[in-house]
């Protein structure tokens, strides 16, 4: 298995002592997050696919399938309708942009989260426009892997720091103020405050949080605006919140 296709899981080496039970402990809080969730690979190397399962499992993640191609993807998903499917972008045949927007199609409850090598701008937008969930990269730490696949399967969204910092420089360069009267024609005061938040990258509790509302109301307002919007996922709704100029 090459450099390019190694997830780096160091946080993963074993500790002496006290260290080893607070490791346990933290274990033990992952697995219940992930307690149920069923969990698709998608990948064209089969040792990465191999060892990327064997790493999920052991935090407690149910793997209900793999597949090494776009099109295999999506028979999968017809099969067994995972929760998360976690995709490659890079394959031979279908791309997994492409097989990400068929899945998003015909499966909305299934979610995707995009983990692969690119870190370029207009593959990100791709898979996100296509309806991808999340979207990492393979340095990406265990940690941030389960937290993207846990997200996803509550409707939330994560994006590897470096690359939405990334797209949101580049949002923020081609801003259409078309874009911003419609959004504020369209949403109240209080689901423009939350979308702003959306697109500064804070997660549905930091929104309650800083505008002192519950969660489950957070969750109302959000649903509202991707319907207002007629948008798919709160990624789709930051890139237009930027690219509209509100924020």
């Not at 298995?1 to 607070?22: C, I």
Request: charged share 25%; glycine share 8%; aromatic share 2%.
């Amino acid at each position: 298995m090459g450099n390019e296709d190694r997830v780096h899981y160091s946080s993963l080496a074993r500790t002496g002592g006290r260290g080893s039970e607070e490791l346990s402990q933290r274990s033990r809080d992952k697995k219940n997050q992930t307690d149920g969730l069923r969990v698709l690979l998608v990948d064209d190397h089969d040792l990465f696919r191999t060892g990327l399962r064997n790493l999920l499992e052991e935090q407690g993640v149910q793997i209900v399938g793999e597949a090494a191609n776009g099109q295999d993807a999506i028979r999968c998903v017809r099969e067994v309708a995972p929760d998360v499917v976690v995709m490659d972008l890079n394959m031979p045949g279908m791309s997994g942009v492409d097989a990400t927007r068929e899945i998003t199609s015909f499966a909305p409850l299934t979610r995707v989260v995009v983990l692969t090598i690119s870190d370029q701008d207009d593959d990100v937008m791709d898979a996100i426009v296509a309806g991808a969930c999340g979207y990492l990269v393979k340095d990406s730490s265990i940690q941030e892997l389960i937290r993207g696949i846990t997200s996803a399967a509550v409707g939330e969204s994560l994006i590897s720091p470096p690359i939405a910092a990334k797209v949101l420089q580049r949002m923020r360069a081609v801003t259409l103020d078309q874009g911003a009267e419609r959004i504020r024609a369209e949403l109240s005061d209080r689901e423009l405050e939350v979308l702003r938040l959306i697109a500064n990258g804070k997660d549905n509790s930091q929104i309650a949080e800083a505008l002192h509302i519950s969660p489950k109301t957070v969750k109302n307002h959000i649903s509202n605006i991707l319907m207002k919007l007629q948008i798919e996922n709160r990624i789709q709704a930051a890139v237009y919140a930027v690219r509209s100029g509100i924020v």
